[in-house]
């Protein structure tokens, strides 16, 4: 199985910060790599897939980046919302794998 | 708008099955697989495995295999996940998930729409 770790494991931010979180794959697993969003006690949200292609109804302040094994989760200008826990997901091979997550606090 | 509505908590004691419920609406139900996923008490996500509700066919992680059976009724787009032999591990959040195919990502494995989610507690 491809294992996915993601960093850090938790951030303190506050409002109107950019953030970057970072997913790294133990193998190359081209662009196949999805972003989700938790909120406590909620479902996961697709923000991204295709490591770059935005959700259609998602706020342009997300973005991903990446190919190969190393990918990021940037947040332009975090908004009070924005406080959640942040998985990413490879979806090159099966078992489609995840993070163990970045829980993202306010400062 | 797509929607997955899924049973209500459970609480089952140890040896005992379960069978949780997801009913879609607001879609094509037969054109898109639909996953499991499991989160423990504060924990990560868990791919357990997809049917595919055209065909019924299934396809499971390993760790699952023998454990999980994947069903699903058309007649109700209903999709179903059945959990057997349950231990304390098994207590954990049960999602299902619709697999999203895209020109970008046609691997079915973004999952675009969650069901709320079904509490499965085991204890004695």
């Known amino acids: 199985d491809i294992q996915m770790t993601q960093s850090p494991s938790s951030l303190s931010a506050s409002v109107g910060d950019r953030v970057t979180i970072t997913c790294r794959a133990s193998?190359?697993?081209?662009?196949?790599l999805n972003w989700y969003q938790q909120k406590p006690g909620k479902a996961p949200k697709l923000l991204i897939y295709a490591a770059s292609r935005l959700r259609s109804g998602v706020p342009s302040r997300f973005s991903g980046s990446g190919s190969g094994t190393d990918f990021t989760l940037t947040i332009s200008s975090l908004q009070p919302e924005d406080f959640a826990t942040y998985y990413c997901q490879q979806s090159y091979s099966t078992p489609p794998t995840f993070g163990q997550g970045t829980k993202l606090e306010i400062k | 708008q797509a929607q997955l509505v899924q049973s209500g908590s459970e609480v089952k004691k140890p040896g005992a099955s379960v069978k949780v419920s997801c009913k879609a609406s607001?879609?094509?139900?037969?054109?898109?697989?639909m996953h499991w996923v499991r989160q423990a008490p504060g924990q990560g996500l868990e791919w357990m495995g997809w049917?595919?509700?055209?065909?019924?066919?299934?396809n499971l992680t390993q760790k699952f295999q023998g454990k999980v059976t994947l069903t699903r009724d058309t007649s109700i787009t209903t999709a179903y996940m059945e959990l057997s032999r349950l231990q304390s591990d098994d207590t954990a959040v049960y999602y299902c998930?619709?697999?999203?195919?895209?020109?970008?990502?046609?691997?079915?494995?973004?999952?675009?729409?969650w069901g709320q989610g079904t509490l499965v507690t085991v204890s004695s």
């Open positions: 998930a619709r697999g999203l195919r895209t020109p970008y990502d046609s691997s079915g494995y973004p999952l675009d729409y």
């Open positions: 193998q190359t697993i081209s662009s196949s």
């Open positions: 049917i595919n509700p055209n065909s019924g066919g299934t």
């Open positions: 607001g879609y094509n139900f037969i054109g898109y697989y």
